[in-house]
Nanobody, 116 residues
Framework: QVQLAESGGGLVQPGGSLRLSCAAS???????MNWYRQAPGKQRELVGT???????VYAVSVKGRFTISRDNAKNAVYLQMNTLKPEDTAVYYC???????????WGQGTQVTVSS
């Protein structure tokens, strides 16, 4: 079982950038890693996914602006967010889903606020 810890959130102006990190307590080699977000009053939504092999898929709302990457040697996943908009304001969560069994883990989340 792995524990996940997000970091890197904060306050940024519209058009700015942030890089979120997700540190895992153990190996993530066998996990599909996801970034979700939840804005106030809204349901949690999937931002993007990176497979164990490094393939990525993004939500339409962030495609072309956000990039997910992973470093299995460091047990870490990253979310590079560029050209941020006020509607990107949310708590961002890291999620790990094992590729061959039902194991699934969530981080505690990190707040991202985009405001002038």
């Amino acid at each position: 079982q792995v524990q996940l810890a997000e970091s890197g959130g904060g306050l940024v102006q519209p058009g700015g950038s942030l890089r979120l990190s997700c540190a895992a307590s153990g190996s993530i080699n066998m996990y599909v890693m996801n970034w979700y977000r939840q804005a106030p009053g809204k349901q949690r939504e999937l931002v993007g996914t990176i497979s164990s092999g490094g393939s990525t898929v993004y939500a339409v709302s962030v495609k072309g602006r956000f990039t997910i990457s992973r470093d299995n040697a460091k047990n870490a996943v990253y979310l590079q967010m560029n050209t941020l908009k006020p509607e990107d304001t949310a708590v961002y969560y890291c999620h790990a889903r094992h590729t061959t069994n039902p194991l699934s883990h969530w981080g505690q989340g990190t707040q991202v606020t985009v405001s002038s």
